[in-house]
């Protein structure tokens, strides 16, 4: 089954400052890859998400992600974050041949205005 | 128009006692879930239905039982309450099984038992 890692629990950043965060997957095939932000209180939202194709990805809010399959991984980035990007971001992995979608840990993100 | 939602929004009981949470998606979605998020943000999934039948379950006591009654519909009865069972639970939906697709969610519910 697939899995998923998020290294940071934490991240703060400046407001206007760039953002990177870090996603790696385990997963034999080719998985299919979302990033999900969750403002507090709030229910999931769907930022971007990656099936194939094009490996450099765009999303809402004006975030973007990179697959990378040599690095299994794929990050997220902005690069001016507003302080209405504070939130929680969850990425997951999804496969062809199933619907059993793999949430990692989350990363809090704080922005200092 | 919300896409999923979920009542009630929050639900406070006592240990021991039997409730509910209702899911309905008006998307036209053939699969549904449902997902505990702990107190660390931690998102589980718990059921996944297609077309009402039952095609996830991953570990979870069975005092948790999952209803469809149609395609548009996925509530969560959970029996005999305990303190550990406090959590955020999401109901999802997305287009099809098998697809790897995208997830829609709905707001959550907050249980807390006292």
């Known amino acids: 089954a697939q899995s998923v890692t998020q290294p ?7 407001e206007g400052a760039s953002l990177e965060l870090r996603c790696n997957y385990s997963y034999g095939a080719t998985p299919y890859l979302f990033w999900y932000v ?22 809402i809010k ?3 992600a990179e697959f990378k399959r040599s690095q299994s991984s794929f990050n ?14 969850f990425c997951a992995v999804g496969a062809l041949n199933n619907n ?9 993100l704080t922005v200092k205005p | 128009d919300t896409a999923v939602s979920q009542t009630p929004k929050y639900l406070v009981t006592q240990m021991g006692n039997d409730k509910s949470i ?16 702990d107190s660390k943000k931690f998102l589980k999934i718990m059921f996944s239905y297609n077309n009402k039948e039952l095609i996830i379950n991953e570990t979870v006591p069975n005092r948790f039982s999952p209803k469809s009654p149609d395609k548009a519909h996925l509530n969560l009865h959970i029996n005999s309450l305990e303190l550990g069972d406090s959590a955020v639970y999401f109901c999802a939906s997305s287009q099809r099984a098998g697809a790897g697709g995208e997830q829609f969610f709905g ?4 249980l807390t038992v006292l």
């Open chain 1, 100 to 108: 059993d979608m793999r949430f990692g840990a989350g990363t809090r």
């Open chain 1, 62 to 64: 004006g975030f973007e």
């Open chain 2, 22 to 37: 209702k899911c309905e998606q008006n998307l036209g979605h053939d699969t549904m879930y449902w997902y505990k998020q």
């Open chain 1, 38 to 59: 969750q403002s507090p209180g709030q229910g999931l939202q769907l930022l971007l998400k990656y099936f194939s194709g094009d490996t450099l990805v765009q999303g």
């Open chain 1, 8 to 14: 940071d629990i934490h991240i703060t950043v400046s």
């Open chain 2, 107 to 110: 707001p959550g519910t907050r």
């Open chain 1, 76 to 89: 997220l980035r902005k690069p001016s974050v507003h302080w209405s990007d504070a939130a929680e971001y």
